[in-house]
């Protein structure tokens, strides 16, 4: 490995630790920023691939232009402003890193670096929620947002422990490392990541026509220890999803309340939204739009992903996350039958997207930005593994016709 290498490693690697810790990761994106320019007018003008291209580029600048004109149409406010800002430069630093992830060995580290990061926030959760007795904040905020960061990133640990080793005892290091994780989530007590966890893994099953994620043997210590775990705290675990089943718990009705104060949010600006930004949104539901029946003030975003964005940006906006998502989500469906490396990494990206949209039923993760990094972070991951390891088999398959 030359020292350049060694040093686009290296900071590809801090990214992904300051992103999911939040220390100093506005450092990083400035050292991300200056590493893509030195890559790509000093060293090499690399040829993006068209799968990167169609699934990443082209859906996220329509998200953009969509977002932005949403704004231009609310008339610019300093508030919108600020949260495009923010958003675009998530965005743009997802497509340097799809630029810099070119090689499989950055794609090791960078999926490596994702699975430390999980193993870190895994240990201090289970030690913070045992030291408290109950739930917690997390590195990055409190247990709804480290249930939706562990939930994106165990994934990865399924496509390592196939394509990143070829050592038995790292293989299962990363079998550990998902267990743990696995007792993490349940320790947030996220309902909304626990549903997107349990409906991904059936829905999986079902289009695949077979356990595909994990062998019998493994998933059968899977299920073991996932018992264990039930057994041990069954008392709180029944009595979260009782709360959650239970519409007369004032939880579950309050979200309902949200849920309609949002719609009507939506029927009253349906083009561009009330305007982007958490303050606008808890201004509104306080002062204008919060039903009689409901108790909760306060509220910074209406607690569903859909309701999210055709609230804040109307169906404009709605429509850019809509081709935003569903771009990358319906190419790895399109690609992910057969055994050829890339249509596994098709199935691991599709139940990555499956469990978070369906925990998003529930919850608003991307009205938060240190979310959307992590989001985009482990998208441009699978895109970016999928695109090298498909290109490597269209070139083998080309020379065996030769």
């Not at 290498?5 to 990083?28: A, C, D, G, K």
């Not at 704004?71 to 630093?93: A, H, K, M, W």
């Not at 045992?130 to 939706?148: A, Q």
């Not at 003030?297 to 569903?304: A, G, R, S, Y």
């Amino acid at each position: 490995m030359t020292k350049r290498e060694l040093i686009v490693n290296i900071f590809l690697f801090l990214y992904i630790m300051s992103i999911n810790t939040l220390m100093l990761f506005r450092v990083m994106n400035i050292l991300i920023i200056c590493l893509f320019f030195y890559e790509y007018f000093v060293v090499n003008k690399l040829a993006i691939s068209q799968v990167i291209k169609r699934i990443y580029y082209l859906p996220t600048i329509i998200f953009m232009f969509l977002v932005t004109l949403t704004v231009v149409l609310n008339g610019c406010n300093s508030e919108d402003i600020s949260s495009l800002r923010r958003l675009i430069e998530c965005f743009v630093i997802g497509g340097m890193l799809c630029f810099l992830l070119s090689d499989k060995k950055r794609i090791i580290v960078f999926g490596s670096a994702n699975i430390i990061a999980l193993l870190i926030i895994a240990i201090q959760y289970i030690y913070a929620s045992m030291i408290n007795m109950g739930r917690v904040p997390g590195l990055i905020g409190g247990p709804n947002l480290v249930g939706v960061q562990i939930l994106m990133l165990m994934p990865i640990c399924l496509v390592a422990r196939r394509y990143f080793t070829n050592f038995k005892y790292l293989s299962i290091l990363n079998l550990g490392v998902f267990l743990l994780s696995g007792f993490a989530l349940l320790m947030t007590e996220s309902r909304g990541s626990w549903l997107g966890l349990g409906l991904a893994l059936i829905i999986a099953f079902l289009v695949n026509g077979r356990p595909y994620l994990l062998t019998v043997k493994r998933y059968s210590i899977i299920i073991m220890c996932a018992l264990i775990i039930i057994i041990g705290n069954s008392n709180y675990i029944i009595s979260r999803i009782n709360h959650t089943v239970n519409y007369t718990e004032n939880y579950t009705v309050e979200r309902i309340y949200i849920w309609q104060s949002s719609l009507n949010m939506f029927k009253d600006n349906v083009w561009s939204g009330i305007g982007i930004g958490g303050e606008r949104f808890r201004e509104l539901y306080d002062n204008q739009y919060m039903l009689s029946a409901a108790k909760e003030k306060h509220i910074p975003h209406p607690h569903n992903l859909l309701l999210f964005y055709l609230s804040e940006t109307g169906i404009l906006g709605f429509v850019g996350f809509f081709i935003f998502f569903m771009c990358p989500f319906l190419y790895f469906i399109k690609n992910m039958l057969g055994e050829e490396a890339f249509s596994v990494i098709a199935k691991y990206a599709f139940f990555f997207l499956l469990s978070f949209v369906i925990s998003q039923m529930v919850d608003s993760a991307f009205a938060f930005t240190k979310i959307l990094r992590i989001y985009l972070a482990v998208l441009v991951f699978f895109i970016s593994a999928f695109a090298l390891y498909k290109r490597d088999y269209v070139s083998v398959e080309a020379d065996k016709n030769v």
